[in-house]
């Protein structure tokens, strides 16, 4: 069994300082860190919060992605995929179930579709001139609804590898936005190709 949530916090606790501050990890100081550990701190470890808030949509009459469930650049009858604006990298897509489901009561038939359609979408991103991978996370601790996200690392930059891409995405500038609708679009016709399911008008 699991450690409670007071049992974690000392446990926790027994590493940190008198702040309450743990070590700076290990990853700030690989040479994709976007920071230098000279001057970095961690924050301190507060105590648990029980019950947790609520996610954003754990009522579906409130969920933002149900709502939006007709938009993005591609769709079929379970699935459609977005792209996400403002961001730093290449391209940023996001893949929902139109229905509201999370990954552990995602039905099996959906689950086996989103097994190819994540390898699919992979595939076409990678595919892109100028990207050397797509990396995908599910994370889960804000929204109910299933988003899968796939970030296209830019080819070249060593610097952006691994676990820190996301970061680096939020201190680079907004990359162009007519170049990475352009890139969404040739996924979208890809996918079409690959795995059915339509693109959307005004991709």
Not at 150 to 158: D, L, N, T
């Amino acid at each position: 069994m699991a450690l409670s949530p007071d049992e974690f916090h000392q446990h926790a606790l027994s590493a940190a300082d008198d702040e309450r501050r743990l070590p700076l990890a290990r990853m700030t100081g690989w040479e994709i860190s976007p920071f230098e550990q000279q001057g970095l701190r961690v924050t301190p470890l507060r105590p648990p919060v029980l019950p947790e808030h609520a996610r954003h949509g754990e009522d579906p009459a409130d969920c933002g992605p149900c709502r939006d469930r007709d938009e993005g650049i591609w769709f079929d009858d379970n699935w459609r995929l977005a792209r996400v604006t403002g961001v730093g990298v290449p391209l940023v897509l996001m893949l929902y179930p139109r229905d509201h489901h999370d990954l552990a009561d995602l039905p099996d038939e959906l689950a086996a579709e989103l097994g190819l359609l994540t390898t699919r979408i992979a595939r076409h991103v990678q595919a892109l001139p100028h990207i050397s991978r797509a990396h995908v996370y599910r994370i889960g601790d804000g929204a109910a609804h299933l988003h899968i996200w796939f970030f296209a690392r830019p080819e070249g930059q060593a610097q952006f590898f691994g676990s820190w891409l996301p970061v680096w995405d939020d201190l680079l500038p907004e990359y162009p936005a007519d170049v990475a609708e352009a890139d969404a679009a040739i996924v979208a016709d890809a996918l079409v190709a690959s795995h059915g399911g339509r693109r959307s008008a005004t991709t």
